[in-house]
DNA sequence: CCTTATGACCGC
DNA sequence: AAACGCGGTCATAAGG
């Protein structure tokens, strides 16, 4: 179910996946299946019409039977300690807001058009003529068709060639107009999703932008962000700094963030025990550098810039459940290549390699991945007889737990700080949450003990095999705040 | 006119 | 057979 939220309306503290679809989420964690329209049709095996009451009535049918479900497997603790306590944490970050300067993002809007102008007029020259270069069809055309450039080796079976970053960024050294149409992109983007956009959802009552946070939005557990999305503003380029430069705390108050370092491969490392990566969390060590150290059969002190950026690569690959395509692609080396790392990496973290068979075995039996707290996603291509949608499951199978676990570790982190902000009488608040980092504002008389609480709350939310580390910063905006 | 699909790109 | 997991938004293009 998609309700665009007024946006000139501050949300309610009410939040509408309830009860009912909180229980079907922690049983069968689709994001599709948990609206109140399929639990209906689902559960009661009746349509929902429009009228709030019979909603009301159909969900408080659907808990009779949900509940009963979510106890005998066990699930209870986690809908009374985490998604429950959680929903009204979320409420309050919705109606607290954030504020946004929307002085910085106009003088930057005002930059971006004459970049954007002059770009465009750029690729109109090398094309000769004018054309819409937003339409993948149009550019497609004049750059394959007209100008010439070499196709990627998948074009092909009918459909239009893509003109997808990759395919251009191939093509960029030799042919200046690729880069031209990249830059382009990456401007666009900026200005219309985030420097246009934004102003026009801050709320003219609270001079903040007031997100939706979804509960039920990703398979994984983790939140989703909506209208706006807070959990993708830029951050990789210069340009996309500036954006997050504009997110900025009360007047006179700071901005506090704090993330976790490595979640995932922390995770990794407790759930398989594998000693050469317990051992490296253990003794707080670069993990990318002692990936390197162990694939490339050198000393952590011999390891180049170029030999810690593949095993970085690596350690992001074994957390998607990589192929060596995937890494050589990602690299730009051949598959050969990519398949000796991969072999050497699993020679080295051994206990990784039995980790992931042991998963895809126990997913396969029982039609689950299963994070830490037990929350459920069902995975049912394991048996499919295609073999791409199998491959697909069984990366999903490896995923599932770790991005899950990394989601439900998070919102109990988040519970916490929460009720520690209550319990001590603080004004600092909580604001955002993007997956693996929190952003909150505090009056400078808070900031510094606020900054040290959140860290150490995050860190001792529960205690793995290996140390959970986080590091906290402070700053008069986001984009400083480290 | 509104809805939907596609391709692209932003984040973790 | 595709080729690395999870999301959301924008512009274009085509359909109802």
Redesign the pocket.
């Known amino acids: 179910m ?1 309700r665009r939220r007024n946006a000139r309306r501050l949300n309610s503290g009410f939040r509408w996946p309830a009860f009912a679809t909180l229980y079907a989420f922690l049983l069968n ?3 599709s299946g948990c609206s109140p329209e399929a639990l209906s049709e689902r559960y009661l095996d009746r349509k929902l019409n429009a009228a709030a009451e019979q909603r009301a009535e159909a969900m408080i049918a659907v808990l009779g039977v949900l509940k009963p479900q979510v106890y005998e497997s066990g699930l209870e603790r986690v809908y009374e300690e985490i998604d429950l306590p959680l929903a009204p944490v979320l409420a309050r970050m919705e109606t607290t807001g954030i504020r946004v300067d929307t002085q910085t993002l106009a003088a930057q809007g005002l930059v971006l058009s004459a970049q954007i102008e002059a770009l465009a007029a750029k690729v109109y020259e090398a094309a000769g003529k004018p054309f ?9 055309k004049v750059l394959f068709e007209e100008l010439g450039l070499p196709s990627p080796v ?1 074009a092909g079976k009918g ?10 960024e191939a093509l960029a050294a030799a042919y200046p107009v690729a880069q031209l ?2 830059d382009y ?10 420097v ?2 934004l102003p ?2 801050v709320n003219p009552k609270t001079g903040r932008v007031h ?2 946070f ?1 509960q039920t ?4 557990g ?1 939140l ?6 807070l ?7 210069e ?3 500036l954006i ?1 430069a504009a997110f900025v705390p009360e007047p006179g108050w700071n901005l506090v963030v704090a ?2 370092s490595q ?1 995932e491969l922390r995770l990794l490392a407790d759930m398989s025990g594998d000693p050469v990566l317990t051992d490296a969390f253990l003794r707080h060590e670069d993990i990318h550098t002692r990936t390197a150290a162990e694939v490339f059969h050198v000393s952590p002190l011999m390891v180049t810039p170029e030999m810690r950026r593949g095993a970085k ?2 350690n ?16 730009g080396i051949d ?1 050969k290549e990519a398949e000796l790392y991969i072999r050497r990496y699993f020679e080295r973290y051994a206990g990784v390699r039995v980790f992931i068979d042991r998963t895809i075995e126990e997913v396969r039996r029982t039609g689950f991945a299963s994070t830490l707290a037990g929350r459920r ?1 069902p995975i049912p291509d394991m048996h499919s007889r ?3 949608a ?3 499951a069984e ?2 199978a ?3 737990p770790l ?1 899950g676990t ?1 989601a439900d570790l998070m919102k109990l982190a988040m519970i916490r700080i929460d009720k520690r902000l209550r319990a001590e009488r603080m004004q600092s608040r909580l604001l955002l949450q ?4 929190l952003v909150l504002e505090a009056p400078p008389e808070e900031t510094a003990v606020l900054s040290e609480m959140v860290k150490a709350e995050m860190e001792g939310v529960c205690v793995l095999k290996v140390p959970m580390v986080a590091s906290s910063g402070v700053g008069a905006n986001w984009r400083d705040a480290k």
Do not use: M
């Not at 459909?159 to 251009?168: G, Q």
């Not at 989703?224 to 999305?229: L, T, V």
């Not at 993007?434 to 980092?437: L, N, R, T, Y």
């Open positions: 998609r964690a689709e994001p819409n270069i937003n339409s993948p069809q149009q550019l497609g998948k459909k239009a060639v893509s003109t997808a970053a990759d395919v251009l149409v990249l992109r990456q401007l666009t983007k900026l200005k219309g999703t985030y246009d956009a026009g959802l997100t939706t979804n939005g990703a398979a994984t983790r989703s962000s909506s209208n706006p999305n959990q993708n503003i830029p951050i990789r380029t340009a996309g700094r997050r993330d976790y979640i690569a690596v992001f690959g074994i957390v998607y459940g990589q192929t060596p395509f995937g890494l050589a692609q990602q690299l598959r996603r295609n073999p791409a199998r491959s697909f990366r999903t490896i995923n599932t991005q990394a993007v997956h693996d980092e």
